[in-house]
């Protein structure tokens, strides 16, 4: 059955066409996002759905929306949906953080001159009639420094603009090497030395809890005076009752503002002061832009929905097209690794490390480590994924670690999983063969070479004499058929382990008559996903 995605806002129909080119059931209702009853109502019946910003994604929606696997948002704000709520239901949400960075970028750089030139309060003067030549003296942009906050995506690119402006530019951003300041041409500086020192500010950064209020009353007294601002941004980067203030004083000479605290603004302290340029959230708004947002979102949603790819995910580790073939039997590897621990463990999990031997240490591993945990999840709750599997692990206070090492064995690469609980330590290692398929090469140290099977049943016991006799009798007489086994121990008389493949799950009943000997300690019936 081909994948159903909504589109609830309006999507250029080149957009809506590149789902139907792929295979999907699309169902375009360019309204809906704006009846919020109406969408909870037959949200449940689609795979995906493609939004820009009229559509709220709340946890009420994302709760109804019970067959809803990813969610794409066409642009880069994702402040409407509520991506924990999505993140517990393992609904992926991607954005197109690239779509309209160019768009982005040239809207600030016009609100500077806009601001330095006072163009909207002089082009207004002119036109009522008046002459006010020497009422609008400007500055100059070039030779001036500008401060920018946030050196991604925009940033780096109004970076490149301001440079070609012949501008000084000087960059805050905490995830800005030496390195890549140096190839932009850039000088990396601590906010405080950016507001000493900037004639121009302008902000590039998402709105988080570190980063709101990053200009606040006490920020805005170290910038320079005679600074102008501008935010392109987010609104509530900015006190915009501080900057009111700081404007009326004269400390700062303007500012341009697209974005604001409660938007539709339809009021701000800002509003009404002289050389302020405020415009209604245009900053994706070109004609290029939103087309390729459109075309961004509908690719990533199809290449998810039918290839397994995932890109530009807020929420989830990205798996290119190109890898996910190559990831998928690998990531199929890491949910039976899960699995196993997570069936033969009665006690809460303390901590968890993830070893990743040769070929598997250069691959995704943040997507294996994401399916391992939801593998060793499912048992306790059904409907986790890769999405909410590392949230719940967080929640529980679990401590989880990674080791990537070169190739170390007679395997080209594999991943082994080792869990500790109040009351013991467990493990275990696998890796795919050339047919793609799992395989166990190791359980609790004890190399073994074992496929997975549908129903299979775990049984650790000491090494003794007639073990395979007892349980293939005690077996045979419950009508339980043992397709195939495999058979591992450290040492002659130590630990052993037995992996018996059977036709259906073990009976409790069936379980005691096993664990009656008092050489077994443990049996635990096993059920994996073979398809």
Not at 367 to 383: E, F, H, N
């Amino acid at each position: 059955m081909a994948p159903r995605v909504l589109v609830s806002d309006e999507l250029s129909e080149t957009a809506v066409q590149i789902f139907r080119d792929r295979g999907i059931d699309v169902d375009f209702q360019p309204k809906l996002g704006k009846d919020k009853e109406k969408l909870a109502e037959i949200i449940g019946n689609y795979d995906g759905l493609a939004i820009r910003s009229a559509t709220k994604v709340t946890e009420k929606l994302i709760a109804a929306a019970t067959n809803l696997k990813v969610v794409g948002r066409a642009g880069i704000g994702v402040d409407n949906v509520d991506i924990p709520a999505a993140s517990k239901r393992g609904v992926i949400v991607m954005n197109t953080p690239f779509g309209n960075s160019i768009t982005t970028a040239e809207h600030a750089i016009a609100l500077m001159f806009a601001v330095a030139r006072q163009i909207p309060s002089a082009d207004a003067s002119t036109q009522a009639g008046k002459w006010e030549k020497s009422k609008f003296m400007g500055v100059e942009i070039t030779g001036k420094t500008l401060g920018v906050i946030g050196a991604g995506n925009i940033g780096s690119i109004v970076c490149a603009r301001a440079l070609g402006l012949k501008m000084r530019v000087i960059a805050y951003d905490p995830f800005l090497s030496a390195e890549r300041a140096q190839e932009m041409g850039v000088t990396k500086v601590e906010l405080d030395d950016l507001l000493a020192q900037a004639d121009f500010i302008t902000l590039h950064v998402p709105m988080t809890d570190k980063t709101r209020g990053i200009l606040n009353k006490d920020a805005i007294a170290k910038t320079k005076p005679g600074v102008r601002i501008v935010n392109c941004a987010r609104g509530g980067l900015v006190d915009e009752a501080a900057l009111a203030e700081a404007l009326k004083s004269g400390h700062v000479a303007g500012a341009g503002f697209d974005v604001f605290e409660v938007e539709p603004a339809t009021e701000s302290p800002l509003f009404g002061l002289p050389n302020v340029v405020c415009t209604p959230h245009l900053g994706a708004s070109t004609t290029e832009a939103q087309e390729n947002v459109a075309l961004q979102v509908a690719e990533q949603m199809s290449d998810y929905l039918v290839k397994g790819a995932v890109s530009n995910a807020i929420n989830m580790p990205s798996i290119t097209a190109e890898e996910a073939p190559i990831l998928k039997p690998f990531i199929r590897l890491a949910d039976v690794l899960g699995a196993f621990v997570g069936q033969v463990t009665d006690t809460a999990i303390k901590e968890i490390e993830i070893l990743y031997d040769g070929s598997t240490a250069s691959m995704n591993t943040k997507a294996l480590t994401s399916a391992l945990l939801a593998g060793l999840i499912r048992s306790q709750v059904a409907d986790v994924n890769m999405v909410s599997a590392p949230i719940m692990i967080k929640e529980k206070g679990v401590i989880l670690s990674e080791v990537k090492r070169d190739k170390s064995g007679v395997y080209d690469g594999y991943i082994k999983l080792t869990v500790t609980t109040d009351k013991n330590t467990r493990s275990v290692a696998g890796t795919v063969f050339s047919d793609g398929k799992p395989r166990f090469i190791q359980i609790k140290g004890i190399n073994m070479d074992a496929d997975v099977g549908a129903n299979m049943v775990y049984i650790s016991n000491t090494d003794v004499p007639g073990m395979i006799g007892f349980m293939g009798t005690t077996l045979g007489a419950a009508g339980v058929n043992i397709a195939n086994f495999q058979l591992g121990r450290d040492k002659q008389g130590g630990d052993a382990i037995a992996l018996l493949y059977v036709d259906e799950p073990l009976k409790d009943d069936v379980i005691a008559k096993l664990t009656a000997n008092e050489a077994i300690r443990q049996v635990k019936p096993l059920v994996f996903n073979v398809d």
